[in-house]
């Protein structure tokens, strides 16, 4: 960032116009000049920084171009900084940037001193092919998330949580999807003896989990899935003083939006778990990013908005900054809504019905500023200029102002290949390229598919019962699942039910796109003709997570060490 006089008595230059002209306060990350009536710095406290932002705004408005700025002075403040680089212009963020006609106009326009230089990058690729691999297990991610990607029906579901509850009892590793595979292989060969032990197992729901999980693998899942796992630490890590830039590659993954989305909230899931409690702290020990944000959020069922709404509301204790990015404000439910302290609304087109509500609604969210129109100055904001709200020293949301956004010092647009692999050979940590030989575990699963059917399933049996409280094998009992478990544990028959009926997720089956939580039966609803004919009535014995250990908090899935 530009040098800055920095002054206690500079605190008050966000709402007093005697300010005018000062530079940002230290404890503050740079926005750019509000300069109507007079040039006033905006800016985020970096100690509320934690309290989540949203930036907004239509196509070509200025969007990455202030996430990049921000992620620059999160970086110099040294705070690290994860985010996705969905079309590619992000990566720039790791070369210099350069003086150009734009920026130059911009700068004198607010009086800002570009300070031309590259900032410490990682980059990330679940692919492996534009930054380091990025992997989880298939027992890390758990049953609910991994039914949401693959879009699994309710009975499917119930049939890839009895697989996970066996691998569970049997003590079975569930790392890769090849992994997966032979276990689903070795359900279907014992379905009959497995669905009198655990619920109804058919041929059939078992087929179509492993064809859905050969989509799964063909969209890439079998480079995300396996060891090592990705250390969280290694997103959080400094350069001296100042915080690394993760930059996830998601120009290919967005071509699997719920592939894109599931996995950033699983991320989000994790970080949850590993991060200490730190109530407030003085700066953010991380900034997330969250573009596409709608993808998160399309048609999602209410219980998964209440458990994003829960997490977001949750890490920011972790002191865990969370900033939305998204084209309409209205994207974002408002129960998550409300909870974005600090916001950078860009300019939004109202030709349509639609368009205008979206405006007024954005404009209704903004502590009004006298000197202008709200709604209008949203329609008339030019390139790289944004209605910019955060909240002020007493955490309360700052009058709203007319802001120039200062242009990012590191380049803006994409890198080149030899750039980034560069980079990336310099990156702090290493992974290997391939997922780590599990020819051993795989060997272990076999043996078990292989396995002369009635006795594995009375082994299994057994160890069912007589376990008093599983030490968890596994990873199935994973945030998510500790959620649900979490539901049921309160108690009563009314929870499970809200439990089944959210986790339906409504529609989810309509449309390719992310479409909510995986559906769980529980086995106190209706069957419809449907499942009844593919007969997933013995699901009703089935008691979702009955396997998991109490000891659990309520959002404290088994923490990674
Ligand atoms: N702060 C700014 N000052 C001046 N021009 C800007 C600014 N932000 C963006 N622009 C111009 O607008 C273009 C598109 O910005 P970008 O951030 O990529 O938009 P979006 O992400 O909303 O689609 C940039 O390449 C740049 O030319
Ligand atoms: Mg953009």
Redesign the pocket.
Known sequence: MAKRKAAPEDDAAATSPSRAGAKPPDGSVYI?QSIKPESIPEFIWLRLANRHGLIT??????????LQGLAEGFSDAGVPVFCADVKG?LSGVAEAGEPKP??EA?DKEIGYTQDYRAYPVIFWDLFGELGLPIRTTVSEMGPLLLSRLMDLSDAQEGVLNIAFKIADDEKLPLSTLANLQTLLEGLAARADTLTTKYGNVTKASVGSIQRSLLVLDRQGGAHFFGKPVVNIKDLMLKDGGRGYISVLAAEKLMESPRLYATFLLFLLSELFEVMPEVGDPEKPNLVFFFDEAHLLFKDAPKALLEKVEQVVRLIRSKGVGVYFVTQNPLDIPDTVSRQLGNRVQ?ALRAFSPLEQKAVKAAATTFRANPAFDTEKAIMELG??EALVSTLDEKGQPSIVQRT????PNSR?GPITDSERNKVIAASPVKYPEKPADSDSEQARLQQWADGPADAKAASADEKATTKTSSGGASRSDSFWTTLGKTIIRTGVPLATKVLTDALKGKGRRGGGGFTGFGALDTGGGSKSADQSKTGTSAEEEYVPFKSIPDERGILGGRKRS
Request: no cysteine; hydrophobic share 30%; glycine share 22%.
């Open positions: 750019g705004g239509a196509t070509g408005t200025g969007k990455t171009v202030t212009d734009w920026i911009r860009h390139t790289g120039l956004v200062r242009p803006v």
